[in-house]
């Protein structure tokens, strides 16, 4: 994680900065797998109660430089600006970006835990409150499943500043329960 390359989203009138936020960020989950499995970080360095309209990529020069040549931009360069990949500043600290799951419909895991044939609709009825629902005020970005194209909101959150490094792996969406990116 020695380098970075910051992609910053300009939209306009007709598209919004969190639509093609989320169109840059699944054109790089696609991506990863081919290009750097597992070894290139993601943050966004704007990142309050909206991610804001900066995705910053972190890897090793090599990595970013096969992602940088692949076509995963493609299509998205009327809306954004891409800096040149740059080495990390030498002060930084560490951070983990990682996704959250929320179980956010107790309808929906009635349906489930039925569909599934863990409950009957009687016990699923009877077990699954609201109660169990969770609420977070996590930013987030709205993807499409690939698998039945419904929309979802993907909950990032930037853990704690760290001032150590931790080795680990990232997913397809750049992000990581244990590895950290640096923070800067």
């Not at 696609?30 to 499995?37: Q, S, W």
């Not at 030498?90 to 996704?99: A, D, I, L």
């Not at 009635?110 to 409150?129: P, T, Y």
Request: charged content about 20%.
């Amino acid at each position: 994680m020695d380098y970075y390359q910051d992609i910053r989203v300009t939209g306009d009138a007709e598209t919004s900065v969190p639509v093609v936020l989320a169109q840059l960020f699944m054109r790089l989950h696609k991506t990863m797998g081919k290009v750097a499995e597992g070894r290139i970080g993601i943050s966004f360095p704007q990142v309050n109660k909206t991610l804001g309209s900066q995705l910053r990529v972190h890897g090793t020069h090599d990595d970013l430089t096969a992602l940088q040549q692949s076509a995963w931009l493609h299509g998205l360069r009327d809306y954004i600006v891409c800096a040149e990949v740059s080495a990390v500043p030498q002060e930084k600290s560490w951070r983990v970006v990682k996704r959250v799951q929320v179980k956010s419909s107790a309808a929906r895991l009635r349906r489930r835990s039925v569909s599934k044939g863990w409950l009957s609709e009687e016990e699923a009825q009877q077990r699954i409150s609201l109660l169990n629902e969770q609420r977070t005020d996590l930013p987030y970005v709205m993807i499409a499943s690939g698998s039945n194209g419904h929309a979802y909101p993907l909950f990032i959150e930037h853990g704690p500043i760290q001032s150590l490094p931790a080795a680990g792996r990232f997913n397809s969406y750049g992000l990581s329960a244990t590895a950290t990116i640096p923070w800067f």
